[in-house]
């Protein structure tokens, strides 16, 4: 599978952004996928992960409550909604794919994913 992230920019603090991965082939549904960040000079992190139906969510504490993320299998596109944006959610922001998993798969860790996009700045000014 092929991911193209979308939506970045610019945004004030408390501002909103809603990002997308389209993903490439007939086999997004088998899929499970996920977001991760990386700051300037840090690791890359881990945001949120939905399982391949898109029944089940797990959020990083850092986002919980201010990011949601979410799936569309009919247009194979996956969504992080980011809302109250703070100065520290500046990074590029990366979508992510792993396939031959479990209906139930919700993996946090960067290295048990195989697919990944080009990733999306986003720039939360103070």
């Known amino acids: 599978v092929q991911l193209q992230a979308s939506g970045g920019g610019l945004v004030q603090a408390g501002g909103s952004l809603r990002l997308s991965c389209a993903a490439s082939?007939?086999?997004?549904?088998?899929?499970?996928t996920g977001w991760f960040r990386q700051a300037p000079g840090k690791e890359r992190e881990f945001v949120a992960v939905i399982t391949r139906n898109g029944a089940s969510t797990v959020h990083a504490d850092s986002v919980k409550g201010r990011f949601t993320i979410s799936r569309d299998n009919y247009k194979n596109t996956m969504y992080l909604q980011m809302n109250s944006l703070k100065p520290e959610d500046t990074a590029v922001y990366y979508c992510a794919a792993r396939g031959g998993i479990t209906y139930a798969y919700t993996s946090r860790s960067v290295s048990d994913y195989n697919y990944w996009g080009q990733g999306t700045l986003v720039t939360v000014s103070s």
């Open positions: 082939g007939r086999t997004f549904s088998t899929y499970a």
